[in-house]
Antibody, heavy 125, light 107 residues
Framework: QVQLVESGGGVVQPGRSLRLSCAAS????????MHWVRQAPGKGLEWMSF????????YYADSVKGRFTISRDNSKNTLYLQMNSLRTEDTAVYYC??????????????????WGKGTTVTVSS | DIQMTQSPSSVSASVGDRVTISCRAS??????LAWYQQKPGKAPKLLIY???SLQSGVPSRFSGTASGTDFTLTISSLQPEDFATYYC?????????FGQGTRLEIK
């Protein structure tokens, strides 16, 4: 079945780095654009980043631009989020999500039809 | 950035009730809107995309409408499993933005 599994979360001190991974299975990952979305404790959803299927397009939220980098390895069916210069406000559950909705045969990059269960990142001294 | 404003922030209802949740975009987004359901400790689930298209496997008691920059999610007859938090999301442009969420509670 279609599945996304995040990993790499943990407790890290402010200013340090962490790399999250999202392992995909059950679908053709190399043809799917992907997103990262986070949710701070008790808060709503916050979109983080997007990457096209071939890495030709990448977008970031202003809150992480210049600190976070999205990438993918299609040979490993894995999505990554490299997080540098972490701040306490980056504490959240991080979800990866697939772009999988087409309308009249056109992939719509903004809809997220499959989500992982999330990995928790805690930034604290 | 496009701001998405949901109302109400929370609503109490009973099984069998009809419930509507509203979402307003700060600028025109045509029908580029999605609704998600999230239960505590779980990932969000896509319910509706393109303002009114039901995602595969989602019960038909869920529906969405659009009028200008105003969008509505309607649950026609609440079931016990529908008690959750609902988010709208604009799908018009980057950065993607979500509404603040509407918590649907049992009365």
């Amino acid at each position: 079945q279609v599945q996304l599994v995040e990993s790499g979360g943990g407790v890290v001190q402010p200013g340090r780095s962490l790399r999250l991974s999202c392992a995909a299975s059950g679908f053709t990952f190399s043809r799917s654009a992907m997103h990262w979305v986070r949710q701070a404790p008790g808060k709503g959803l916050e979109w983080m980043s997007f990457i096209s299927y071939d890495e030709s397009s990448k977008y970031y939220a202003d809150s992480v631009k210049g600190r976070f980098t999205i990438s993918r390895d299609n040979s490993k069916n894995t999505l990554y989020l490299q997080m540098n210069s972490l701040r306490t406000e980056d504490t959240a559950v991080y979800y990866c999500a697939r772009v999988g909705i087409t309308i009249f045969g056109v992939v719509i990059n903004f809809y997220m039809d499959v989500w992982g269960k999330g990995t928790t990142v805690t930034v604290s001294s | 950035d496009i701001q998405m404003t949901q109302s109400p922030s929370s609503v109490s209802a009973s099984v069998g009730d009809r419930v509507t949740i509203s979402c307003r975009a700060s600028q025109g987004i045509s029908n580029w809107l999605a609704w998600y359901q999230q239960k505590p400790g779980k990932a969000p689930k896509l319910l509706i995309y393109a303002a009114s298209s039901l995602q595969s496997g989602v019960p038909s008691r869920f529906s969405g409408t659009a009028s200008g920059t105003d969008f509505t999610l309607t649950i026609s007859s609440l079931q016990p499993e529908d008690f959750a938090t609902y988010y709208c999301q604009q799908a018009n442009s980057f950065p993607i933005t979500f509404g603040q969420g509407t918590r649907l509670e049992i009365k």
